[in-house]
Every structure is written in structure tokens, then in C-alpha cells.
């Protein structure tokens, strides 16, 4: 690559750099993390393939290359973040599975106790209507 198409590019990925940035400080489902960590990963393989010729492109470089770092780290931390929301829910929904089971046991006891009162209410009026004769 000449030095003319190497400073020509720099600004382009600096764009890119900072389009990633933006989408990683940005996302919040899932999908969009993943689009944006497709981005910062786009962005560090443009970065590797740039050579600074001057020690402002060599400086405006390593900007980016910490930019596109934080990024990622910022990406990184979400997931982690987003993984155990996850865990949280699938936690949560368990102990609502357990409490809904509970809960249908009871009401088994419950209609048990009513067919056992049933019965014995029948028997106690049939031994009433027997003994009133």
C-alpha cells in the first residue's frame, strides 16, 4: 500500500473506529451487542493493517487502538452483564415453577379435605336420619 492510499485511509478508519465505539456504547439487546462486537472486530483488523509514516498517524493509531479496547471491554462487560440477567430469569422462573406446583398441591388437599368432609357430613346425616326414625 503506498503512503498516499495509507493517509487516504486513516480517517476512514478512524470513522469506522468511532462508528464502532458509538454502536458499542449504544446496544442494548443482544442482537445489537453482536452487531456491534462485529463492528469493533471489523475496526481492529482495519487498524492492524494501517503502517503510520509520521508520528501523528502513529499517535492517532494508538488513539484508535485504545478506543476500539475500551469498546470491546465495554462489549465484553455488557454480555457479562446480559448473561447473568439470564441466569437471574432462568432463576426466577424456577422458583415461579416450584411456587405454581406448590400451589397446585395445595389446592389437590384442598379439594381433598372438602371430598373427605363431603363424606363424612353424608355419613353423619345418614346416621342422623337413621337414629331419628
Do not use: C, G, R, W
Request: net charge negative; charged share 10%; proline share 2%.
Amino acid at each position: 500500500m503506498t503512503q498516499l492510499n495509507q493517509q487516504l485511509l486513516l480517517p476512514e478508519v478512524a470513522q469506522s473506529v468511532q462508528q464502532a465505539v458509538k454502536q458499542a456504547q449504544s446496544s442494548t439487546s443482544e442482537q445489537q451487542m453482536q452487531q456491534a462486537q462485529q463492528a469493533v472486530q471489523q475496526a481492529h483488523q482495519q487498524l492492524q493493517s494501517i503502517q503510520p509514516s509520521t508520528l501523528q498517524e502513529q499517535q492517532q493509531l494508538e488513539q484508535l487502538q485504545q478506543d476500539v479496547q475500551k469498546a470491546y471491554q465495554k462489549l465484553q462487560l455488557e454480555s457479562q452483564q446480559l448473561l447473568q440477567a439470564q441466569q437471574l430469569v432462568q432463576t426466577e422462573n424456577q422458583h415461579l415453577q416450584q411456587a405454581q406446583q406448590q400451589l397446585k398441591k395445595e389446592q389437590q388437599d384442598v379439594q381433598q379435605a372438602q371430598q373427605e368432609f363431603q363424606q363424612a357430613q353424608a355419613i353423619a346425616t345418614a346416621y342422623q336420619n337413621s337414629h331419628q326414625q
